[in-house]
């Protein structure tokens, strides 16, 4: 069977949508326990093997749509633990919503156990049961997990265990199939399919991995679904440790809490730096998060109190003369150096701009716990520089996009705000242009003066 590529923008929930509001002009949306039903009937299932959150997505969509659909849950996945108290809230909210429930039979479980019809309708009841018991909702069908695998598909009579079997021979002979497994097309590209509006009746197979809220490669939604479940697996730990007042003794990791509040994305990477012991990466993010508020303490003062306009400032520090001369600006306009702030003396910082310098350059034979007290050095010095930042008349940390004090920045792709400034028209913002030409005209003099940061 060959695989369909398609695009992966088939893959948005954007597209998922307009797949299902053009399927409702053509189908009736029916449960499994229907499916012989005469008339133009779409069975439109998902089998979620690795993300009931993302089940849970397509569940609210399809609500809006005002269609139902039916889910299929595994008992065994190494992704997901269905009776663990988060996924099945999401469970039972999938089946509060009106959705059919189905099983996802997994028969590798058995090792070669299922050779009979009996010993495989016990086996199923045993999972319908439990299905049941804790979604409180009739198990109405089931499919098999990895069906090629093995002799799954020799076992397909209309019904086991009181399930109507997704994959019979009498349904798969009435009902054209397509199939999204491992994030292509198989037999056919679903829009496709609708858009033609060629068939009676449709049997449409999705994962809800798949399908995320921007376009990404297959292997990208299984690693975001992962990851997200095992961030959320440790920080539901940290939120337990806080609610019962129990000490949450994060070691090293301590050092970057303070972005918790301000910047979770980073917080949340170097959270994970620290912990699985990347401290080169580590380092490196660490000092370029460093310069960054440097030049964003730059910038934020130079609008803020200088009342230099935007594009000023942005060709200013866009000069590739001043690259790595962010010390010096840092200290002309507000008149003391960062290294005072942060109470650190000028050889002890060139040592560390020299380790940054040499671990970007991949030639640094330096002893790991030399880095690792470069790593708290930095993360000390960030929180220093943010709380001095707070105490300022413009009450700014470095940190958070500059819109966070109104002061305008572009967007990027993703929604987040980069460092460039908006253009301001130069015309309605009145400065001290004297002081400013002179202000540049000295740095530029200057150029890369080694001040690093």
Known sequence: ???????????????????????????????????????KNILWRHDVDISVHRAHRLAEIEVEVGVRSTYFFLLHSEFYNLLSPAVLSKARSIVEMGHH?????????????????????????????????????????????NPTNGSCLTMDAVSYAGMINAYGADLRRRYRYVSDSNGVWRHERLHEVVRMNETEKLHVLTHPEWWQETAMPPRYRIYRSAWGHAKSSIYSNDQLLSVFCRENIAGNASS???????????FELFDYLWNVGHLQTLYIELWSLHKRQINLFCKAALLREWMVPGVEANAFFNDSKLIG?????????????????SGLDQSAYLGWLEL??????????????????????????????ASWGKAQPM????????????????????????????????????????????????HTMLGDGGGGA
């Open 395 to 442: 009450n700014y940390d470095g940190l958070a996009p500059l819109d966070a004090i109104n002061i305008p920045s572009n967007k990027i792709e993703d929604g987040r705000f980069s460092d460039c400034l908006e253009g301001i028209n130069d015309e309605t913002q009145i400065f001290q242009k004297t002081k400013w030409e002179k202000f540049k005209a000295e």
């Open 256 to 266: 970057i809490e303070f972005l918790k509040g301000i910047d979770r994305r980073l």
């Open 1 to 39: 069977m060959q695989a369909i590529l398609g695009s992966e923008r088939d893959f948005t929930t954007e597209m998922y949508r307009k797949s299902l509001v053009a399927a409702k002009s053509c189908w009736r949306f029916i449960p499994f326990t229907s499916f012989d039903s005469p008339g």
């Open 101 to 145: 429930l189905g099983l996802h039979f997994d028969p590798s479980i058995y090792e070669g156990k299922l050779n009979s019809n009996h010993a495989l309708c016990e086996n199923l009841l045993r999972e319908k049961e439990i299905l049941e018991r804790y979604l409180d909702a009739p198990v109405e069908a089931f499919s098999w997990h």
């Open 356 to 385: 940054s310098n040499r671990l970007i350059n991949g030639c640094c034979s330096t002893h790991i716990e030399v880095i690792r007290d470069g790593c708290l050095f930095l993360s000390y010095t960030i929180e220093k520089l």
């Open 325 to 341: 001369d962010s010390c010096r600006i840092f200290q002309g306009i507000f008149g003391v150096s960062w290294q005072s702030i």
